[in-house]
């Protein structure tokens, strides 16, 4: 019954991360369009201080929404992993009783199999174990790495405020797509 209830607190804790993770992505995007307002406003007026402020909040925004998506992923896929390892702990203890049943039934004959079949499968837990350490190296390089913007990025960043300072007729549905191209570009790598 207690264990029930540690698995459930454990679930409620998993789905309150993702939640979180999903509200700051949320609030990111709100912040993105303020600062692109700011941006576009400042151009409009000549206001250079400003607009290089306004810049620079969107590129740290961009930067801090991709690492909230690639924490999100790995928190994600972390959380699969130890589903995995939970059913993997509950076929050992399975066979682990099969094989004392056996050994019960066929001396010790059978029992050598089950052995080694056990063996193998902690040797699996072990490798699985190895390749999350190396998952999570990889992600907190993949993190430290992802911070510098390119000159390209900054170019269709500056493209995206002067393109939107020179139409102000542009419909919000038309600025939306535009932003929505160009994340897809930052977002790729291009």
Request: aromatic share 6%.
């Amino acid at each position: 019954m207690a264990n029930t209830k540690k698995e459930l607190e454990k679930k409620m804790l998993i789905n309150k991360t993702i939640n979180t993770m999903n509200k700051q992505i949320q609030k990111l995007e709100e912040q993105k369009k303020v600062y692109i307002e700011a941006g576009k406003t400042a151009k409009q007026k000549g206001l250079t201080a400003q607009y290089n402020l306004a810049l620079s909040g969107l590129k740290m925004t961009l930067t801090q929404q991709k690492r909230v998506y690639e924490m999100k992923l790995n928190f994600e896929i972390t959380s699969q992993m130890k589903d995995m390892s939970q059913m993997t702990v509950q076929f050992l203890d399975g066979m682990s009783s099969l094989s004392k049943d056996m050994m019960k039934i066929t001396k010790e004959k059978d029992f050598l199999k089950v052995q080694k079949q056990f063996n193998e499968a902690m040797m699996g837990m072990e490798m699985q174990t190895e390749q999350l350490e190396n998952f999570m190296d990889d992600t907190q390089s993949a993190f430290s790495t992802g911070t510098m913007s390119s000159e390209s990025e900054n170019a269709e960043i500056e493209a995206l405020f002067t393109n939107t300072a020179a139409a102000d007729g542009m419909t919000e549905s038309m600025i939306d797509k535009e932003l929505e191209a160009l994340k897809k570009k930052i977002d790729s790598g291009i």
